[in-house]
């Protein structure tokens, strides 16, 4: 199994400000995937992120909007840009296993004003 | 990715048996059918995949039809703890990527 750690939990911003989220395993993983929960709905797949290329992101997700950092094995970034009050959601981040397992942090649960 | 279908909602009494059904029509050969679930305020938790034959492990069991085109997840003796909302997904192994569906919302009552 894999242990993902988020950062931060939860945040309350400013609309047309940005937060950058971390994930960090305890493990190395080749990719991590970011995910999206707004209020009441199921999950969306945001982009998934390999280390050493850019990442690849899913119908109507930009870069210019989630820029994505995946400097490492063993870490990534999503950074949420120029917020709005519809970009309040939980971002998740997902790694899988060699047993074709997924594993999710606990989501950073983000309000925008 | 095929698209799975699931009912909204379900309850079920605590100790009884929890069958929760997914439908899969358009699955391809090489996808696998995968549950996860998500109990409030807390990330997708992974319980079972499988290609074509049943599985079973501690969390639960996975009965797919012989045609694929469906499946049934069971929990074989519910308790309170396993209210929380439960996925079924199809896709490819080892890609990594969940296309989600709206799920079912699973409530066990006493």
């Known amino acids: 199994s894999a242990v993902i750690s988020q950062k931060p939990s939860r945040d309350i911003c400013q609309r047309g400000t940005s937060l950058t989220i971390q994930c960090q395993v305890d493990?190395?993983?080749?990719?991590m995937f970011w995910y999206r929960q707004q209020p009441g709905q199921s999950l969306t797949l945001i982009a998934t992120?390999?280390?050493?290329?850019?990442?690849?992101?899913e119908s109507g997700f930009v870069i210019d909007k989630f820029p994505i950092s995946r400097p490492n094995l063993t870490f990534s970034t999503l950074t949420v840009s120029n917020m709005s009050p519809e970009d309040s959601s939980i971002y998740l981040c997902?790694?899988?296993?060699?047993?074709?397992?997924?594993?999710f942090g606990q989501g950073t649960r983000l309000t925008v004003v | 990715d095929a698209k799975t279908t699931q009912p909204t909602s379900m309850d079920c009494a605590e100790g009884r048996a929890a069958n929760l059904p997914c439908n899969h029509s358009?699955?391809?050969?090489?996808?696998?059918v995968y549950w996860y679930r998500q109990i409030h305020s807390q990330g997708p938790q992974y319980i079972i995949h499988?290609?074509?034959n049943n599985e079973t492990n501690e969390m639960a069991s996975l009965i797919i039809t012989e045609d694929r085109k469906s499946s049934t997840l069971i929990l074989p003796h519910a308790t309170l703890r396993d209210t929380a909302v439960y996925y079924c997904?199809?896709?490819?192994?080892?890609?990594?990527?969940?296309?989600f569906g709206q799920g079912t919302t699973l409530q066990v009552k006493p």
């Open positions: 997902s790694v899988e296993d060699n047993r074709d397992e997924a594993f």
């Open positions: 493990s190395q993983v080749t990719m």
């Open positions: 992120a390999n280390q050493g290329s850019e990442a690849t992101y």
């Open positions: 358009t699955i391809s050969g090489n996808e696998y």
């Open positions: 499988g290609l074509k």
């Open positions: 997904i199809v896709g490819s192994s080892n890609t990594g990527k969940l296309i």
